[in-house]
């Protein structure tokens, strides 16, 4: 098989879930939601044994507390997450450069040249799964395929803890009896027109005529013809640099308390200043992101001269935008508020004679105390109300 596309999709098993429950004993086994509990939360991520309630990602909080009233909601620790996602790509990136992230806890690899020296897909997809684990204690599931769709639908068959190969000459046998909703791109009202002209099957799929396409799909109707045939030509692209960090909250009510939205936006600053250090970056440009009660979404940045990582200066701009939108729409309500910051650059960009100074030496002392007690650890004072 070598010399063949091989391409290997790994998905990590209820990510966020999981990692709290191999962090704090006391939740495996339990009905376990990272989100909000708020009126407005939202489930990040479900653990599987609250899935078995329904309760899904993206669910409205309210409703996942219906469904399963003995759900345990932890808040989410995104930079925990994101430490722990490095750890897992630093695990790809030992197997092939060709690595495209689609989030923290989902890529592709693209393993095609990496079986000369490595063995078979297969036996990486096997040593990665045990990689993961060893150095994580969490599960992944594990699809391969000769091309990227195959193998996100592989991925998907056997969870958790999962592995599935799909071979060239397996594509039609795998994917024929599947449900059209397998396939992405193919939501409710698509799966809908479809129920009507007796499509229920991808192999249905596959094999409908022309017209019946173009009825239910206009000018892509080729398109999701061939998808259903398990053909994608799509390469995997190997991620680029980060071009933003961010970070938001959505309110459990409306408000246009100054003292509330600074606190919020101190933290804010705080945690997106963390992350760029973590990443060995600097940011030229702070962003900040609003959105009204009506829904209406706003964003506004200025530059920061020089670029730098210091949660200080952050939450210095950041503070000035939001300050200079409060003022232009007196009395207006927020549902969201986020801050960020883009354009960034490596660190060594810096001008080689500037001297550390106080903002600088605080960042690293809080970054150190955080690493070593954890994020809760402390709290800078002006992000209390």
């Known amino acids: 098989m070598v010399g063949r596309r091989r391409i ?43 899935r ?64 000369k020296a490595q063995g078979d897909a297969e036996s990486i997809g096997r040593t990665i799964k045990q990689d993961i684990m060893e150095a994580t204690a969490l599960t992944a599931s594990v699809g391969i395929a ?56 991808l192999g249905q799929l596959r094999q409908a005529s022309a017209s019946q396409l173009r009825g239910a799909f206009g000018r892509y109707a080729e398109s999701m013809r061939r998808r259903a045939s398990g053909i994608d030509d799509r390469k995997v692209v190997a991620d680029s640099a980060d071009k933003s960090i961010s970070h938001e909250e959505t309110f459990d009510q409306d408000t246009a308390d ?27 440009t702070v962003v900040i992101k609003l959105r009204a009660a009506d829904f209406s979404t706003f964003t506004r940045q200025q530059p920061m001269r020089p670029p730098g990582d210091h949660s200080a200066v952050i939450y210095r701009l950041a ?13 207006k309500r927020l549902r969201l508020l986020g801050a960020g910051v883009t354009d960034l650059g490596a660190a060594e960009q810096l001008d080689l004679f500037e001297t550390p100074g106080e903002e600088s030496n605080m960042d690293d002392t809080v970054d150190a105390i955080r690493d070593k007690f954890g994020s809760g650890a402390l709290k800078r004072g002006r992000s209390l109300r």
């Open 8 to 50: 290997i999709h790994i998905d990590m098993d209820a990510f966020y879930a999981s990692i709290e429950q191999r962090d704090n004993p006391e939740l495996r086994g339990c009905p376990v939601v990272v989100g909000g509990s708020g009126k407005r939360g939202v489930v990040a991520a479900a653990s599987y044994e609250v």
């Open 146 to 201: 000769p091309n990227k769709l195959v193998a996100k639908i592989a991925s998907d068959l056997d969870k958790p803890d999962g592995f599935v190969v799909v071979s060239d000459e397996q594509i039609q046998a795998v994917l024929d009896p599947l449900p059209v909703r397998r396939l992405s791109g193919i939501g409710q009202r698509a799966d809908q027109r479809l129920e009507k002209l007796g499509i229920r099957t």
């Open 319 to 331: 503070k000035e935008l939001l300050e200079r939108w409060l003022a232009q729409n007196p009395g």
């Open 52 to 115: 078995e309630f329904g309760v899904r990602s993206a669910m409205p909080s309210t409703e996942a507390k219906r469904r399963c009233p003995d759900a345990v909601f932890i808040k989410p620790r995104m930079s925990h997450y994101q430490a722990v996602s490095s750890q897992i790509f630093r695990i790809f990136r030992g197997y092939t450069p060709l690595v495209e992230g689609l989030s923290l806890d989902e890529a592709f690899l693209d393993v095609t040249d990496s079986q």
């Open 258 to 284: 100054h003292s509330e939205l600074t606190a919020r936006l101190s933290r804010m600053a705080d945690a997106v200043s963390s992350r760029l250090r973590k990443r060995n970056l600097v940011a030229a």
